[in-house]
């Protein structure tokens, strides 16, 4: 079953012109190993997807795509309506993304990083915006310290500052409460659901499924490269996600 057919069923349908991100029937193998099998999704405006599943079901493979850092070896992605696999570059102006590498330069400060990034995105305002940024995450107080000398989850909360810098259409997330400590965990939905999220998608992996009921709008369980149940995070209880979930194992 297809998570466009999925959520479909469960959540009020869009049009096409009304998705954020949409990929359709999207395969990636790496030599003779297929790593995603048809995958179809699509993220409206102001939702979160969250991407369950054990690891090796191609969770990064398919975050990466949409990010247009990996070629699909067929399908299609669409951000905004445009092909990003024809035309990627605009589309990496909509995005922003946290990987597992943070994408910061240890010898820089928090805020000179934050800076640079300004540059590139060509960011107004890029003081106010990182001072901003800076409160959201809780950086207030540690901006003028090298990035380097920061813990896993300080440097999780300032890639997430990064991420957000240029008010990006669409959000993609990696495990994004690898290294953060409890309490900045439980703020994650807060942090998604802050600066704009309204017009915002985002789409998360995530190996917690108490917290991917948690923060998500919708859940997806990925198995072998495809999706094998996407539903409403509403409609599901952590019992349905746990059995679900167990019988991919």
């Not at 998705?19 to 699509?42: C, E, H, I, P, Q």
């Not at 946290?98 to 640079?116: G, H, I, M």
């Amino acid at each position: 079953m297809s998570s466009e057919a999925a959520l479909s069923a469960s959540v009020a349908p869009v049009s096409r012109a009304e998705s954020v991100v949409r990929a359709a029937d999207v395969w990636k193998a790496f030599n003779r190993r297929t790593v995603l099998a048809g995958v179809d999704l699509r993220v409206q405006p102001g939702r979160t997807l969250a991407i369950v599943g054990p690891n090796g079901a191609g969770k990064t493979t398919l975050l990466r795509i949409l990010a247009t850092l990996s070629r699909p070896s067929s399908g299609s992605v669409e951000i905004l309506g445009r092909d990003v696999l024809q035309d990627p570059i605009p589309a990496r102006r909509r995005i922003g993304v946290v990987l597992s590498n943070p994408l910061l330069y240890d010898d820089l400060t928090a805020a000179e990083n934050l800076r640079f990034y300004a540059r590139l995105y060509g960011v107004p305002g890029a003081t106010a915006r990182i001072a901003e940024l800076a409160r959201l995450v809780g950086l207030e107080g540690r901006m003028d310290e090298r990035s380097g000398t920061f813990s896993r989850g300080m440097q999780q909360r300032l890639s997430l500052a990064r991420a957000l810098l240029h008010r990006p259409a669409l959000l993609l997330l990696d495990e994004p409460d690898a290294g953060l400590d409890p309490r900045t965990t439980a703020d994650l939905r807060h942090l998604l659901r802050a600066d704009g999220a309204a017009h915002r998608a985002a789409v998360l992996t995530c190996h917690d499924l108490d917290l991917a009921l948690h923060i998500a709008d919708d859940v997806a369980v990925l198995v072998e490269g495809r999706f094998t149940l996407a539903a409403s995070a509403r409609s599901l209880s952590a019992a349905d996600l746990r059995a679900a979930f167990a019988a991919t194992r």
